[in-house]
């Protein structure tokens, strides 16, 4: 992933408030957004939420709502958790808004005019709470496969896309484009997917069944199928019929990030149903694993979720969005406990990053007169730092690209390590007291740049602790942030500002 970047979350069932899963694949996004505007590309970024199904309307009829103030109300829940998390969306899309319902109909009516959907008749098993259909061998003892409920036989007149057409073209195509699918593991199962014939896909539901939905343009007594309407919000945002140049710019650069629980819908449904529309796929789809809370997917049916609000309410919203970065390896599933949460924050945070800024701002301030100390000459152990900091922006950059997340922050917390030995290591505090003060100039002033590069390109993950960082430096960034990647950009004679606790100790 270089250059600019048009970068999507899924768009979110209003049938429930957010939960840690949600957060998670938002805030990963918003990290990989900011570090991409931290390199000085474009970053376009996506969220929204999902409206119409089944779901939806079961969850107002369970409030005793219409379905769209179950939406309406939901929303709010949604962007007030977003806000908190100091989520740096772009855009911010409702299916139910008159954009998106205008380009569905417009994509419906031409796929209907160019013969790519039939009207047929569909006998199956359907899995309400999934909104999909199975085979009688996909069934495990009458059960969805997905999620083990009880699945319905229907038989039905609808609607179908000809999906099964591009099956051929699809294979071919994941077999030219090895990096469309990631991890590679998400790649390996969309392809053994594809091993099976590939059938049509239903795309509408009778009104009389459920009639929360967008309506054909071609046939009212229908609604659209909640996956094809929901897929089309990528194109919808990015200005599809509706502004040409953004859409342009944006299209070829768009990566969806997802969990594994939708990774055919939008590896298979989603290229398949772009190549009829007469569009690319995606550039890239990052599929992500899952937050288990005991050994249990969070859900909410399963009953065990976790609030964002929560979290970060308890230690901090940087805090959650850096623990959620660092703790689940891409491809893998990370367990959920507020144990592992609160002992990341001490060890990491506060007795790491947290430590460290305090003890240089109280270095500068009682050794230095309280500026940042000018160096006349550097030995081989202050080359060496500041070589592994301009090797750690590199690093850092690379594992973003393949949204190794946890490796950079990683490779971070190794040199904040090796930055609060170096301090230990040559002890400014007896060299002070030997009236060595060349020498204390010198450590305090690299270890507080190394500090300073550091804070930066942690700045993604924890935007406000790291501008407090800054502060107690007295360094501002003029300009553009990029240009605070280089070393030396702290001035002497900046004014350091003792503050509060960065990670205050939490029992
Ligand atoms: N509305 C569909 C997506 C349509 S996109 C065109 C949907 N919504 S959802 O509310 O169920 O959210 C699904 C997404 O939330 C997952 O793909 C994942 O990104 C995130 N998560 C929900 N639960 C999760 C975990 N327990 N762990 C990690 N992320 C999961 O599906």
Redesign the pocket.
Known sequence: MTGDCYIT?????VNDEP????A??TVLADIVARYRRLQGSEAFFLTGT?EHGQKVRDAALENGLDPKTQADRMVVRYLSTWKTLNISHDDFIRTTEARHVRLVESVLQRLWAKGEIYFGEYEGWYCVPDERYWTEKDLINGTCPDCLRPAERLVEKNYFFRMGKYQDWLVGYLSDHPEFIRPASRKNEVQGFLRQPLGDLCISRPVERLDWGIRLPFDRRYVTYV?FD??I??LTAAGFQSDDQMFARLWPNATH???K??LI??AVYWPTMLRAIGLPPPRAIFA?????VGGA???KSTGNVVRPFDLAAALGSDAFRYFLAREMAMGHDADFSDELFHRRYAGTLANGLGNLVHRLTSMIIRYCAGVVPEVRSVSEQEIDLRDRCMRLVDSVFENVDALSLHRALREVEAVIRDLNRYVERNAPWTLYKQGDFEAVRKVVYTASEALRLVSILVHPVMPDKTREIWQCLGWRPDGELTEGLKWGTLRPGSTATRRPPLFPRVE
């Open positions: 979350t899924p768009i979110y069932y939960h840690i899963g949600h998670y694949t999902d996956w929901a897929l919000n990528y990030l997802i969990g629980d939708i819908t939008h992500h694993g899952w937050w288990n997917k969070v859900s």
